[in-house]
């Protein structure tokens, strides 16, 4: 009687999914209601890694490591608040003039989509003739929060958070590479230090150039696209710079959501409406030079996503933290990836990840 024994795992398999499956839906649980904690400690975990060559070159001129942190973290700050309080007032005044400049913007464009409107109308009319004479429903109109409270919640609980991720740069600028020492000390055995001391620094090492490089592109892109919204006689030209080096950071969506955004204001401010579309063309025009060219040039093949991967991090990071988590989804995928070329075993993960 040996045909027993071969069924015997099949309960076995069964439970391992089934707390696979848990694990998953507890970390996504976890992820969703712990973002208030989580958003500001993964910023600060990102901004380390860009801002550690800076601490170093600190450290290397014989300044104190907490004096450098401190240096670098009060300089991050004071650039933030300076750009916000430059464009907070023209922000304010798009914002205040944004119901008619949407109205002027569509009266502007009804020539061209007139066709679109009759069809649109004809529909309605097929659709209301259809209904009979069913009684008309009673429509409620109601008003959600504002953009601002959707982007970022309430300034107080901002504040909040840019106030602990600020904290907690610091003290992680100012430890250096003690979490990692002290990671490695705790290894049993010589040959397992070694490796894990040239995963760490290697690891380190890719992250910080590839955030680096791509910070440096977008504020590049912004100022290229500042200097032609200048040239174009756009009005407030370095804010729209400043969008763009700010949506890059989310693809597919930002570039989409920057052409609306510059059509609509180019809608506005020039009489003529070819003169008006030639501001948009003129962004995707640098945006698709910076996307196809400028990027995978400095990047390299290495250091490329695949675009589902892209896309999927995108939407993911979205669903669990919203407009934040759109903007750090791709820095944390290519942060996770270059984790996985590190390590044999996740080896195919990130060969999985990659645009090769």
Not at 102 to 115: D, N
Request: net charge positive.
């Amino acid at each position: 009687m040996t045909g027993k024994p071969d069924s015997a795992p099949a309960p076995t398999r069964g439970r391992s999914t089934g707390i696979t499956v848990l694990a998953v839906l507890a970390v996504f649980y976890t992820l969703y209601f712990a973002r208030g904690f989580l958003l500001p400690v993964t910023f600060a975990l990102l901004l380390n890694f860009l801002l550690n060559p800076a601490v170093r070159a600190l450290v290397r001129v014989r300044v104190p490591s907490s004096l450098a942190a401190g240096l670098v973290v009060l300089t991050l700050v004071g650039l933030s608040g300076l750009g916000v309080y430059e464009l907070a007032g023209p922000v304010q005044r798009m914002a205040e003039d944004a119901p008619v400049t949407v109205a002027t913007a569509q009266r502007k464009l009804r020539s061209v989509i007139k066709p679109i409107a009759q069809m649109t109308a004809q529909v309605e009319s097929v659709t209301t003739a259809s209904a009979g004479s069913a009684s008309k429903p009673v429509e409620a109109v109601v008003r959600g929060p504002s953009v601002a409270s959707q982007l970022f919640g309430s300034t107080q609980r901002f504040l909040a958070g840019a106030l602990e991720a600020a904290i907690l740069l610091f003290f992680l600028l100012a430890a250096g590479d003690l979490f990692v020492d002290k990671l490695i000390k705790a290894l049993p055995y010589v040959r397992d230090k070694r490796k894990a001391s040239e995963i760490a620094r290697a690891t380190e090492t890719s992250i910080s150039i590839y955030l680096l490089t791509a910070a440096a592109v977008n504020l590049v892109e912004g100022a290229v696209v500042a200097g032609a919204m200048y040239l174009l006689g756009m009005p407030h030209a370095v804010l729209w710079g400043a969008l763009v080096a700010l949506l890059e950071f989310i693809p597919y969506l930002g570039p989409l959501v920057m052409v609306v955004i510059l059509g609509v204001a180019a809608l506005t401010t020039f009489p003529d409406v070819g003169r008006a579309l030639l501001v948009p063309a003129t962004f995707l025009v640098i945006n698709t030079v910076q996307a196809n060219l400028v990027s995978p040039l400095l990047l390299g093949r290495r250091l490329a996503l695949h675009p589902v991967a892209v896309f999927v991090s995108l939407a993911f990071w979205f669903w669990i933290w919203g407009v934040p988590g759109a903007f750090i989804a791709v820095p944390l995928l290519a942060t996770f990836k270059i984790f996985c070329d590190h390590i044999d075993a996740l080896a195919g993960v990130g060969e999985f990840l990659s645009a090769r």
